[in-house]
Nanobody
Framework: QVQLVESGGGLVQPGGSLRLSCAAS????????MGWYRQAPGKQRELVTT???????NYADSVKGRFTIARDNAKNMVYLQMNSLKAEDTAVYYC??????????????WGQGTQVTVSS
C-alpha cells in the first residue's frame, strides 16, 4: 500500500509565501514523475507543476516565476515553494506521484489535499 501525505497549507496574505511538502510511503520501488495539482471551488482540478525523477520541471503559466517544485528522491518527498501568492492561488493542493511498487505494479497516486487560502 502506498500513501501520499501533504502538509504545509494554511492561510496567507497576498504577496506572502508558503511551502508545501508531500511524503510518499509504502512498498515503493521507484518514483517516476511527481507533481502538484490544485482545485479551486467550482473549478476543475488543474496542473500546477511536475518534476521528473531526473529533475526536469514543468509549470503552469499562471505560476511560472512564483512557484518552485523540488524533490528529494532519497526521502521520497516533493516540495512546492509558493511565493508572491495571489488570491487566485486559493485552492486545495494535491500531491501526485507515478509510483512503481515492489509487486511490479505501477500507477498514479494522489494525496488527500491541503488547503491554501490567500486572503487579507
Amino acid at each position: 500500500q502506498v500513501q501520499l501525505v501533504e502538509s504545509g497549507g494554511g492561510l496567507v496574505q497576498p504577496g506572502g509565501s508558503l511551502r508545501l511538502s508531500c511524503a510518499a510511503s509504502g512498498s515503493i520501488l521507484w518514483i517516476n514523475a511527481m507533481g502538484w495539482y490544485r482545485q479551486a471551488p467550482g473549478k476543475q482540478r488543474e496542473l500546477v507543476t511536475t518534476i521528473a525523477r531526473g529533475g526536469r520541471t514543468n509549470y503552469a503559466d499562471s505560476v511560472k516565476g512564483r512557484f518552485t517544485i523540488a524533490r528529494d528522491n532519497a526521502k521520497n518527498m516533493v516540495y512546492l515553494q509558493m511565493n508572491s501568492l495571489k488570491a487566485e492561488d486559493t485552492a486545495v493542493y494535491y500531491c501526485n506521484a507515478d509510483i512503481s511498487c515492489y509487486n511490479s505494479s505501477r500507477r498514479n497516486y494522489w494525496g488527500q489535499g491541503t488547503q491554501v487560502t490567500v486572503s487579507s
